[in-house]
């Protein structure tokens, strides 16, 4: 794997319209001061600019034999003979893995490319090899994110939420200045990219965005604090011979207060690995617990067939049968024997069963030790446990 930068990408853009400007200061003509610059390439700033890198991108790679992806439009893919290559795209910054070493030649034959080596800081991750595996971590940002919050020298915590905690509104009073809290929350959601231990609690200081009180800078704290104690944590991504989909949903029956609605969530597994992690608020208030239950194994049951097309794009797609644990039998019963009077669970139950009845997902009820759906609400050593089974360990020095 190899991590490449263009520089200037958006100059590569081609102008598809007439487009002026005026002349920039310090470069004015004297003699021609009533004219304007007419653009032959494209600007940073300009609102066409990144679509049209992006265009001229994907039409060169297409051009030399690349398919874009179907179910991300950032993957490019080439499979020839024995060559296959895989290019990931995020503006100018590219991840390149394969075993064709001439597909780098050709990007830089059209393209102004920086070869930076080895995969080992992007997009502010950072990868750290190991024996034959590795560990994603953001070690930098939180850090920076510390610094931030003015809480570099804080006194660290072993879990991010304290028991029988409920968050509610117009508990306290208003704070003055909403910005730092939002600032704050807002870089906790990108954290979360290899932290999933921390979705429940940020998920649940993203609903109080609009008017945060001193109860839930309180909350927020107490997280940044918990980052503060697991800066040298990752996640890791290893190798298995036996890479089977298996997943784990989960939801908290009227887990709010305030609208009664449940907090459902899932992580999907390809082998020990950790592929896909969320914690969220159901958009409808569930009747039963049941109902939330379905929901959530809904939610979880869509996200392993996207999982699914893209492996089937990559040629990695696993022969065995995913695998849905859910610790609901009335959920489980359901997806097999749908009962007719329950109508406005229409579309989700026929989503889910089109999957089931044909055996392309196996539902099992979990065990007790890999029930790890909610390791948000549990002591300490629980929840280093449950937090080292999603594949967070400590990233080698």
């Known amino acids: 794997m190899r991590q490449l930068d263009v520089h200037n990408a958006f100059l590569n853009g081609r102008v598809s319209e007439e487009i002026y400007m005026r002349q920039p200061p310090g470069y004015a003509n004297p003699n021609c001061l009533d004219y304007v610059c007419k653009l032959q390439r494209l600007l940073y700033g300009l609102k066409q600019a990144p679509r049209a890198w992006f265009t001229r991108l994907h039409d060169f790679l297409v051009q030399i034999g690349f398919c874009p992806s179907k179910t991300n439009v950032s993957l490019f893919i080439y499979d020839s003979g024995t060559a296959r290559v895989y290019i990931l795209v995020y503006v100018d910054d590219i991840l390149l893995m394969g075993n064709d ?75 003055d200045d909403l910005t730092p809290y939002r600032q704050l929350v807002g870089s906790l959601m990108y954290l979360l990219i290899t932290r999933p231990d921390l979705a429940y609690s940020v998920n649940k200081l993203c609903q109080f965005m609009h008017t945060p009180t001193q109860s839930h800078w309180a909350a927020l704290k107490r997280v940044l604090r918990y980052v503060k104690g697991s800066l040298d944590l990752g996640l890791h991504l290893a190798p298995t011979a036996t890479p089977v989909i298996h997943t784990l949903s989960n939801s908290n029956w009227v887990g709010c207060s305030i609208d009664t609605r449940s907090t459902g969530g899932y992580v999907v597994f390809l082998g020990p690995n950790l592929l896909s992690w969320v914690s969220r608020k159901q958009r409808t208030v569930a009747r039963s617990s049941t109902e939330a239950e379905y929901k959530a194994l809904a939610d979880v049951a869509a996200e392993v067939t996207w999982i699914q097309s893209l492996l089937r794009e990559l040629w990695l797609l696993p022969s065995t049968i995913p695998l849905l644990w859910c610790d609901n039998l009335g959920a489980t019963y359901l997806c097999s024997t749908p009962r007719r009077s329950m109508l406005k669970w229409t579309i989700t139950l026929s989503e889910t069963k089109s999957q089931v009845v044909p055996s392309r997902l196996t539902l099992s009820p979990p065990t007790t030790s890999w029930h790890i759906s909610s390791p948000s609400r549990c002591p300490a050593v629980r929840f280093n446990d449950l937090r080292h089974k999603l594949g967070i360990v400590p990233c080698p020095r």
Do not use: W
Not at 134 to 158: D, F, G, H, N, W
């Open 101 to 175: 070493s001439a597909m780098l030649k050709k990007l830089s034959t059209v393209f102004h490319i920086c070869d930076l080596r080895k995969l080992r800081f992007f997009l502010g991750i950072e990868a750290t090899e190991m024996a034959d595996s590795i560990v994603l971590s953001q070690k930098r940002y939180m850090t920076e994110l510390l610094r931030k919050a003015a809480m570099e020298s804080c006194k660290p915590l072993a879990t991010h939420i304290a028991l029988n905690t409920q968050l509610t509104p117009g508990e306290s009073d208003t704070l």
